[in-house]
């Protein structure tokens, strides 16, 4: 019973926290100025056509009913005068709601992308099942949010306004024909909301499904070659059909809908063309009133219902904004208890204390949870790694070796002990699968800084250390013409510039997240070369044992959160003498 009043607050409180910001907020003073433009503009054009349709069209009907000549001139006259005025008030009034409302959607989605990625929001919402498709919202669902909200508002201005203007001229004509008017409104209004309440669901789910379609060709169209050595089509082709048919699907459902709403709309709007007959015309026979007033009350009726049953006529509009709003407040939402949270843990006690105060990596007694504190992967964890020395973490997959870089980074704040660490501009971090930036060579090399010009000879340098001598050449040596290396690049070709983006960056401490896996030993080891012998400190992540050697230390984590801190050199004295001892015992 409760439950459409509670969702109807919902979308209020939603709708408010969208709105608020470009209205109330830094933008105040521009949003209203424009805002004030458009309400001139609009009173101004709905004026116009008040005065034409609801006093100059009655004057014209029946000067033309009685067959004066000269009187219906002179009204017809003034009547295309009005319309004169009226052309370039409506032209200008839709010129400024499109450009209030583009204004809108661009503060909104600066807004929206500001906050995305303002404290990894936009990793966060990795893990979060109720928020789907951060691109659509951010994207298509602003624009048309902005685009409705606006023409909704001045919608409902407008008719408010045609309303006080109309309802003098039809209680002058007749008062029986008010009454009806508005007890029409509101029974249509009524019928027309238990009729469509369930179409504002459907449409948010329908958001949803288009959202979902789209995502799975965009992955189709990024996954290619992975797909393509598979062999997936099949695989692919079953899975979006899948999607598509729960588009198709809930369209029927709603297409049902908007049908069944039609049977009353049209009825509803069709006994409205003859209602101010049913009720004048007694009034004309009669002899009460002139034929202008049947005219007048005609048109006046007909403009006077369609801004009082407003809700009635904009229902399908209504339901679709009201699922955008939904979806676009649900991530607002999101955004905020994000930065709630971040508040919280920056003011209690048992979350991983870090220091950014440090040359190098220093771990107190460090324990390392998933979000959330359900499992705990390392536990109890001290070490601290020499300016100019190196670390191998190694162990079974989901042992935690990764989860520890996420630590380190700050991606994941949930456990206990103390990090210390150089400030995050001074570190870098090399993942398995390097990010290939849409843009030049430039672009890449100097992710994710930019504007620092460098030298074409220096980037040259820098490529053939990583033996990519050749890739400037790709582009005819023209380090600012912009390709899809993403897709030009094998996975080897990534990890070798991304080990140029590090060398480029020279950071304090480097991290790499099996950032050589895609590599053969040769150039793994010119990699690893080139960093023992210029001191990079730096910590890997790795399976391969030909790792060790490029390493000072080993730290092994098992399954059950405990852990070993070896060093290498002992290792490799006890892997010698073992290897000796087997030479000796051969007869």
Same mark, same amino acid.
């Given at each position: 019973?409760?439950?459409? *009043?509670?969702?109807?607050?919902?979308?209020?409180?939603?709708?408010?926290?969208?709105?608020?910001?470009?209205? &109330?907020?830094?933008?105040?003073?521009?949003?209203?100025?424009?805002?004030?433009?458009?309400?001139?503009?609009?009173?101004?054009?709905?004026?116009?056509?008040?005065?034409?349709?609801?006093?100059?069209?009655?004057?014209?009907?029946?000067?033309?009913?009685?067959?004066?000549?000269?009187?219906?001139?002179?009204?017809?006259?003034?009547?295309?005068?009005?319309?004169?005025?009226?052309?370039?008030?409506?032209?200008?009034?839709?010129?400024?709601?499109?450009?209030?409302?583009?204004?809108?959607?661009?503060?909104?989605?600066?807004?929206?992308?500001?906050?995305?990625?303002?404290?990894?929001?936009?990793?966060?919402?990795?893990?979060?099942? =109720?928020? #789907?498709?951060?691109?659509?919202?951010?994207?298509?669902?602003?624009?048309?949010?902005?685009?409705?909200?606006?023409?909704?508002?001045?919608?409902?201005?407008?008719?408010?306004?045609?309303?006080?203007?109309?309802?003098?001229?039809?209680?002058?004509?007749?008062?029986?024909?008010?009454?009806?008017?508005?007890?029409?409104?509101?029974?249509?209004?009524?019928?027309?909301?238990?009729?469509?309440?369930?179409?504002?669901?459907?449409?948010?789910?329908?958001?949803?499904?288009?959202?979902? &379609?789209?995502?799975?060709?965009?992955?189709?169209?990024?996954?290619?070659?992975?797909?393509?050595?598979?062999?997936?089509?099949?695989?692919?082709?079953?899975?979006?059909?899948?999607?598509?048919?729960?588009?198709?699907?809930?369209?029927?459902?709603?297409?049902?809908?908007?049908?069944?709403?039609?049977?009353?709309?049209?009825?509803?709007?069709?006994?409205?063309?003859?209602?101010?007959?049913?009720?004048?015309?007694?009034?004309?026979?009669?002899?009460?009133? =002139?034929?202008?007033?049947?005219?007048?009350?005609?048109?006046?009726?007909?403009?006077?219902?369609?801004?009082?049953?407003?809700?009635?006529?904009?229902? @399908?509009?209504?339901?679709? &904004?009201?699922?955008?709003?939904?979806?676009?407040?649900?991530?607002?939402?999101?955004?905020?208890?994000?930065?709630?949270?971040?508040?919280?843990?920056?003011?209690?006690?048992?979350?991983?204390?870090?220091?950014?105060?440090?040359?190098?990596?220093?771990?107190?007694?460090?324990?390392?949870?998933?979000?959330?504190?359900?499992?705990?992967?390392?536990?109890?964890?001290?070490?601290?790694? *020499?300016?100019?020395?190196?670390?191998?973490?190694?162990?079974?997959?989901?042992?935690?070796?990764?989860?520890?870089?996420?630590?380190?980074?700050?991606?994941?704040?949930?456990?206990?002990?103390?990090?210390?660490?150089?400030?995050?501009?001074?570190?870098? &971090?090399?993942?398995?699968?390097?990010?290939?930036?849409?843009?030049?060579?430039?672009?890449?090399? =100097?992710?994710?800084?930019?504007?620092?010009?460098?030298?074409? @000879?220096?980037?040259? =340098?820098?490529?053939?250390?990583?033996?990519?001598?050749?890739?400037?050449?790709?582009? #005819?040596?023209?380090?600012?013409?912009?390709?899809?290396?993403?897709?030009?690049?094998?996975?080897?070709?990534?990890?070798?510039?991304?080990?140029?983006?590090?060398?480029? $960056?020279?950071?304090?401490?480097?991290?790499?997240?099996?950032?050589?896996?895609?590599?053969?030993?040769?150039?793994?080891?010119?990699?690893?070369?080139?960093?023992?012998?210029?001191?990079?400190?730096?910590?890997?992540?790795?399976?391969?044992?030909?790792?060790? $050697?490029?390493?000072?230390?080993?730290?092994?984590?098992?399954?059950?959160?405990?852990?070993?801190?070896?060093?290498? $050199?002992?290792?490799?004295?006890?892997?010698?003498?073992?290897?000796?001892?087997?030479?000796?015992?051969?007869?």
């Amino acid at each position: 019973m409760d439950e459409a *009043p509670k969702f109807t607050r919902h979308v209020w409180a939603q709708l408010w926290r969208l709105v608020r910001p470009y209205f &109330f907020g830094r933008t105040w003073g521009k949003a209203w100025i424009q805002l004030g433009v458009l309400i001139t503009l609009m009173v101004a054009s709905t004026g116009v056509s008040v005065i034409g349709a609801g006093y100059v069209m009655r004057y014209m009907m029946t000067a033309l009913e009685r067959r004066y000549a000269e009187g219906f001139h002179h009204w017809l006259w003034i009547y295309l005068g009005i319309m004169a005025a009226g052309i370039p008030l409506a032209a200008f009034y839709s010129y400024m709601e499109a450009r209030m409302a583009l204004n809108w959607r661009d503060f909104l989605a600066r807004t929206f992308t500001l906050r995305y990625f303002y404290n990894r929001a936009y990793y966060r919402l990795q893990s979060n099942e =109720e928020i #789907d498709n951060p691109d659509q919202r951010i994207s298509e669902d602003a624009r048309n949010f902005t685009t409705t909200a606006l023409s909704f508002a001045l919608l409902v201005l407008q008719s408010t306004i045609q309303m006080l203007g109309l309802a003098g001229v039809l209680w002058s004509i007749s008062h029986t024909l008010m009454f009806v008017l508005i007890g029409y409104a509101v029974f249509g209004t009524l019928v027309a909301f238990l009729i469509g309440k369930r179409l504002i669901g459907l449409n948010y789910l329908q958001y949803e499904r288009e959202a979902d &379609f789209r995502y799975g060709l965009v992955r189709v169209r990024d996954n290619a070659e992975s797909i393509a050595f598979y062999r997936g089509e099949r695989r692919e082709l079953r899975d979006l059909r899948a999607r598509l048919g729960g588009v198709v699907g809930n369209m029927v459902v709603l297409i049902r809908w908007n049908r069944n709403l039609a049977f009353f709309t049209t009825g509803y709007n069709s006994l409205a063309l003859i209602l101010p007959l049913i009720i004048v015309a007694p009034l004309f026979l009669a002899g009460q009133v =002139e034929f202008g007033a049947i005219a007048q009350a005609t048109g006046a009726f007909a403009t006077f219902l369609a801004a009082v049953s407003v809700v009635i006529t904009q229902f @399908e509009r209504l339901s679709q &904004f009201a699922a955008g709003v939904t979806r676009l407040g649900s991530l607002w939402e999101f955004l905020d208890e994000r930065d709630a949270e971040d508040d919280l843990e920056a003011e209690t006690s048992d979350q991983i204390e870090i220091s950014e105060d440090e040359r190098t990596i220093i771990l107190e007694d460090l324990t390392v949870s998933t979000p959330g504190g359900g499992r705990e992967l390392i536990r109890g964890l001290s070490f601290k790694l *020499p300016p100019g020395k190196s670390m191998l973490i190694m162990g079974e997959s989901g042992s935690g070796k990764s989860s520890l870089l996420r630590t380190i980074a700050g991606l994941w704040t949930s456990g206990a002990g103390k990090i210390g660490r150089p400030p995050y501009r001074n570190m870098m &971090f090399l993942p398995q699968r390097p990010y290939m930036v849409p843009g030049s060579l430039r672009a890449q090399l =100097e992710y994710p800084g930019s504007g620092r010009n460098s030298e074409d @000879e220096s980037m040259q =340098e820098v490529l053939e250390t990583v033996n990519l001598p050749e890739l400037a050449a790709r582009v #005819d040596g023209d380090f600012d013409r912009e390709a899809d290396w993403a897709n030009m690049l094998s996975l080897g070709e990534q990890q070798r510039l991304s080990f140029a983006r590090l060398l480029f $960056k020279r950071p304090a401490v480097a991290f790499l997240d099996e950032s050589t896996s895609a590599l053969d030993e040769p150039n793994e080891e010119r990699m690893y070369h080139y960093l023992r012998k210029h001191r990079y400190t730096y910590v890997s992540v790795g399976h391969r044992s030909t790792l060790l $050697k490029h390493h000072d230390w080993l730290l092994r984590i098992a399954k059950d959160g405990n852990w070993e801190l070896l060093e290498t $050199k002992d290792l490799e004295k006890a892997a010698a003498g073992a290897k000796a001892g087997g030479d000796r015992s051969v007869p």
